[in-house]
């Protein structure tokens, strides 16, 4: 995957615990507009890839901004980032978008908790210029924990519902309540917590049909034990590769000069999903929606495997 450097122009500390890092190319050049939802590669000073979502203006072009949350057991990366001085050079990926919004939709439910505000600050903020009809149902434990709280309440202080220290048995009431008297051809898109946007993400498909609901997930799937993996066959562009038990569909087609691109390796970027052509994945990502699952149409290489013995994939 292509990387550019840029600066870091700007620091932020939103809360006590988040920080916004302003970025610009080293040029002073823009560097362009992004779809809302969209998110980058960030490649820190321990060189460890991280995925943040893009939280500054859609289509202001001149600069990126991503939040990173300072994690009490971070391996590295967001320990790394928040102790980036203004003015320090790093490295990022051209935008990618999982969590584009729906335009045949009549009207969209934005659930938001903790960092997983970020995605939806953008989101927010191009339909609310637009006027777009939109929801942004905001978690957060406390209003000092808010991060872009304020920024909210200023731009689109009618759409915005903050749900601050509330139980995990209210936020399910909330919602409810939402998508009970929600427009037809609702949808709905989800980021936060692992567990809330498991429990968000069953809610809304209540109410609203599977492929309607959209999510953003930076948490890999719980791993599977290498010893419960068994050998197959990938088929591509009419040759034959052999997948052991201890490898990966990526690892393999990469060694194999096929031009496959990979970014994190755990099944939650997006990059290096393929099309499948003949045979039945088994999932293991956390990327691909419900849908696009039950097609299998789809398959993240870096991680899914294949139920049977053989699989046919051409380029996504």
């Known amino acids: 995957m292509t990387l550019i450097d840029v600066v870091v122009s700007r620091i932020v500390a939103e809360t006590a615990s988040v920080k916004s890092l302003h970025l610009t190319r080293l ?77 045949q939709a009549s009207h969209h439910v934005l659930v938001a908790a903790g960092i997983g505000i970020t995605p939806m600050l953008s989101m ?57 008297s929600a427009a037809a051809n609702t949808h709905v898109y989800v980021c936060g917590p692992r567990e809330f946007m498991t429990k968000m993400i069953a809610l809304a498909e209540k109410y609203v049909a599977p492929d309607a609901v959209h999510f953003e997930n930076f948490h890999a799937a719980e791993p599977v034990a290498a010893a419960d993996n068994s050998p197959f066959e990938v088929e591509l562009e009419g040759q034959t590769y052999q997948v052991p038990a201890d490898r990966s569909i990526f690892e393999v087609l990469d060694e194999n000069g096929c031009d496959i691109d990979t970014s994190c390796q755990e099944g939650i970027c997006g990059t290096c999903v393929m099309q499948v052509i003949d045979g039945v994945p088994e999932h293991r990502d956390n990327v691909l929606t419900k849908a696009e699952k039950e097609s299998g149409e789809l398959i993240a290489v870096c991680v899914s495997r294949v139920k049977g013995q053989r699989i046919v994939l051409d380029y996504y």
């Open 27 to 103: 040029d002073g050049t823009p560097l362009g507009a992004y779809t809302p939802g969209a998110h980058i590669d960030v490649v820190g000073p321990t060189a460890i890839t991280r995925q943040y979502s893009l939280c500054s203006r859609p289509d202001a072009g001149d600069t990126f901004t991503v939040a990173i949350k300072r994690e009490p057991n971070s391996r590295g990366g967001s320990a790394a980032l928040h102790e980036l001085q203004e003015g320090d050079v790093i490295q990022i990926s051209a935008p990618r978008n999982l969590l584009t919004i729906a335009e």
């Open 124 to 180: 927010a903020r191009y339909m609310d210029v637009r006027g777009i009809d939109f929801q942004l149902h905001y978690f957060a434990r406390s209003e000092e924990e808010a991060a872009f709280l304020p920024i909210l309440r200023d731009r689109c202080p009618d759409k915005l519902h903050a749900h601050l220290g509330v139980s995990r048995e209210r936020q399910e009431a909330l919602l409810s309540a939402a998508l009970e």
